[in-house]
Each structure stands twice: as C-alpha cells, then as structure tokens.
C-alpha cells in the first residue's frame, strides 16, 4: 500500500464527457467575453485594416497566387472563403467568434487534464479579456488564426493519453495550416514529432503527424515555385535575417565576398532591426530594383553574420526577448506603440496608394480607415487590463511553466515548448514585437496551469490520509456512544 501510495502515477485524465461540475463558473466568464466582443464590434465602426499587411493578406484572397514578400497565403485562405459577402467586418466577426474558441479550447483541455473549474478558467482569462488579443480579433491580421490552430493541434496532441494515428495526422494537418498561415510556426511540428518520440508514441503515429504536416508544406512550396521559381513558402526570410544582423553585423570580422559586401552596415542606424527592412539609406534598399529580389544574397550575409559573431547574436536576441517581460510597455520600434489597451479617435488610410483602391473594388467596397463609435468608444478606451498582466507576469507564467516542463509533471513540456520558441524566434528571425509575444502567450498560460496542477499521486495520498483521520475520527465518536 506504501508503495502503491509513493510510486509516480500516470496523469489521468478525465471522461471524455466532461461533467457539470464547476463549468457554472467558466459559463459566466465566456459571457461577459462575448459581452466584451460584441461592444469591441459596436465600439468601432468597422475592422482595423493595416498598411500594407492587411491589403496584401486581401489582394493575395482575391488573385490567389503566393506572394513574393513575407506572407504565406494561409491568411489569405480564409478571407477568400469570406470573399463572396464582401465585408471586413464580417471578418472580424468571425475571428472574434475564434477568439471565443481559444478560450474554450484552453478551457476544456484542462479540465480534461483534471484542473479545477476555477484554475482552467483562470487561464483562459488573458486570451478572453486582454485587449491585446481583441485587437487581433478585430484587425484584419493573421496572428489570431495562428493562434487558434495551435491551440487546436495542441488539444488535439493532448486530449488522449495515447495519441491516436487519426488525432497525430489531425494535429500534423494543423500546425502545416499554421506555419502557411505564419512561417515561424512551421517548426512547430517539429517539436510536435520530438515530443511524441519522447513519450515513445509507436513510430507509425509520429510518421502520421509528420507526413500531414509536411505534404501541405511541400505542395505549397511546389506551388510558389510556380509564380517565383524558388522552392519556398515565401520570398522575405533572407531579407528578414539580414536585418536581424544589422544591429551587431562587423564586416571586418565577417570578411565578406564582394557581392555580399555591399550589404554590410553603412552607417544608417535605426531604432530596430526590423526598420532596417524598409529604411531607405540601409544598404540593402540603396541596391536597384526590389529589395526581395536580394532574398538568397540577403540570408547568405546573414548566415556568415551570425557564424562569425554567434555571441553578439545571442545578446540581441536575449535583450530584445526581455522586452516582453517589463512592467511598462516598451516601445519598439518607437513608431509603434504596444497593444495594451482599446484606441479611441479614427484612424485614416493612405488614399492615394493603388492597391488600396483596387482591394475596395474586388474585396470590399466599404473599406476604409476605422473610427471609434460613441458612447461605446469611451467605454472601451476605460476598460481597466493592467499591463503588467501580459508582461511581467508572463515572465511569471512562463517560469511556472519551465519548472512544470523540467520536473515530473510532464504534461507541461510541449505548450511550454511551443511558447518558448513563439516567443523567442520571431527575435531570432527579425525583431521583437509585441504582437509577435502574443501567440505564445494561451500556450504558456497551459504549460503553468499543467505545472501547478497536483499530480494524481498527490490526490491519491491526500486522499487516503483524509479517509484515515475520518476513520480514527469515527471511532472516537464510537468510543463515546452510550
């Protein structure tokens, strides 16, 4: 029996059927987010469109080929699904209505894993409340699809003790659709494989999830190699490393060769690596033609850049990582100002650029700059949501988490796993954002809620001592009866 009690349990997980017990709380939290929404798709009269990303993300759904730049077409696939009603906003609605799906998935993954109501509800909050993440939601960006698909192949991978080969080519399935949605999350199936090898899944299974994973990937590639004769999912990722390297890059110490040379710092400075994509006195941008074009030649320098200086990267990426965990939103680049909280005025559109007109004319004629709406507008540039929620405390989580991955509790490993690595290649590939911290923040949230959770040996003994004082407590009382 003292054996039975000490020896590490297997997690057990809960019926498939979920009980009624507890879910009264999670019931009220998820109406006052969709309360929350439904002011956001009042408080703005329409969706937040960005230049250039968003207009891109919609020609690209209108003409449907792959685009040259940095985005893969993922995005652009379910705006096209959209396409025939003709409006942004009813994009919006949708995603809004994803939002809410992330944080039941959060939800229901941990109380399968046995969490109590309280704890699971607890850390669907941040994606529920965070304004951040409603910004996502009512912005034509693909970040928030990102987002739901991880947590959709995560609660796939996580929901059985044994993964099944249907649930590991499910997953695979997802996480390809991620990394087409956003490249840097196609090593996540990667880390996806490493995890079930851990576990010892029978081969057959990890060759599932690798094969649906990768087929889509590579049926993509094939398919951009058409338009852009080059094997790839997309046409920026050199020019993105490069400017990575602008920060730290020494040519004295690279020794370049002439044709990379031209690429080396010239003496622009700016206040992010990723401002060196589009600074018009960088070297890459004093190059004639268009700066995509030097894709291959950009990613060769970077590469050299970073095997001869390998510390000066590391230190670039560690500071600007550490940027996510201040108390007070850093701004980075200084041009931009951090998602924290609900904006209030109107924002307008550069009117005079084509492509603007020509998206109106084929996706929605109705685009245009957005505008607060009041008495909703005031309200929502009210609301309370402290930064330091999604900053320093994600320090915090992401901590709690660590110890969940590295200790005995296991569970924790692969959505720390991939919070870790959204959180830190982005950096690694371009630059720090703050939108770019935001995807790995629902995974992190599961990875410390796994962690904290008592183990099933630490219930049973609970339990068996708790049944032990009740007995002695019985014969007490017994000892007293007349």
């Known amino acids: 029996m003292v054996a039975a009690l000490v020896a590490p349990a297997r997690p057990r997980l809960a019926d498939p ?10 019931g009220i939290v998820l109406v006052l987010a969709a309360a929350l929404r439904v002011l956001v798709m009042l408080g703005y009269d329409t969706a937040q469109v960005y230049w250039y990303d968003s207009f891109t993300y919609l020609n690209t759904a209108v003409h449907m080929r792959p685009q040259g730049a940095f985005h ?9 699904l959209l396409r025939p009603f003709h409006s942004v906003e009813l994009v919006v609605g949708v995603q809004h209505a ?4 992330v944080g039941v998935l959060i939800y229901v993954l941990l109380r399968r894993w046995s969490l109590p109501g309280w704890g699971a509800a ?8 965070d304004p951040a993440f409603l910004r996502l939601e009512h912005a ?10 991880v947590m959709a192949a995560l609660t796939v991978l996580m929901w059985r003790q044994e993964v099944s080969p249907r649930a590991a080519a499910f997953a695979g399935a997802l996480l390809a659709l991620a990394g087409l949605t956003r490249t840097a999350a196609v090593p996540l199936l990667g880390l996806a494989a490493l995890y079930l090898l851990l576990r ?6 990890v060759v599932a999830l690798v094969l649906a994973g990768a087929l889509p990937l590579l049926a993509y590639a ?3 190699a058409q338009y852009h004769g080059r094997f790839a999912l997309s046409g920026g990722d050199g020019v993105a490393l490069w400017a990575r390297t602008m920060t730290f890059a020494d040519c004295s110490i690279i020794k370049p060769p002439a044709a990379e040379a031209r690429l080396c710092p010239n003496g622009t400075v700016v206040d992010a690596a990723s401002e060196y994509v589009w600074a018009p006195g960088a070297s890459l941008n004093r190059l004639p033609g268009d700066r995509f074009a030097y894709n291959d030649l950009a990613r060769s320098f970077a590469v050299k850049a970073i095997a001869a200086q390998p510390l000066d990267y590391l230190r670039e990426i560690v500071e600007d990582t550490s940027l996510a965990f201040t108390w007070e939103p850093v701004q980075h680049p200084k041009r931009v100002t951090a998602m924290s909280t609900f904006p209030h005025g109107s924002w307008r559109l550069p009117e005079e650029h084509g492509l603007i007109g020509q998206v109106r004319k084929e996706y929605d004629p109705a685009i245009r700059g957005m505008s607060s709406v009041e008495p909703f507008g005031s309200v929502l540039a009210a609301y309370p949501y402290p930064w330091f929620l999604h900053g320093t405390l994600f320090g915090v989580i992401l901590l709690a988490g660590t110890a969940g991955a590295i200790g005995r509790r296991r569970p924790a490993l692969l959505p720390w796993a991939f919070a870790m690595f959204l959180l830190v290649a982005p950096v690694a590939a371009l630059d720090f954002d703050h939108r770019y911290v935001l995807p790995a923040i629902p995974v992190a949230c599961v990875a410390a809620a796994l962690a904290l959770r008592r183990s099933d040996a630490d219930r049973e003994r609970s ?10 407590r019985r014969l007490r009382r017994a000892r007293h009866v007349p």
């Open 463 to 472: 339990g068996y001592y708790r049944r032990g004082y009740d007995h002695v």
């Open 122 to 129: 607890l850390a669907a909050g941040p994606v529920l409340f």
């Open 222 to 224: 094939g398919w951009y």
């Open 72 to 80: 893969p077409a993922g995005y652009s696939w379910f705006l096209w």
């Open 17 to 26: 059927v979920l009980g009624r017990a507890g879910h009264r709380l999670f």
């Open 98 to 101: 994803m939002g809410l799906g």
């Open 140 to 149: 034509v960006l693909s970040d928030l699809q990102v987002i739901f698909l």
């Open 200 to 205: 010892r899944t029978p081969w057959r299974r």
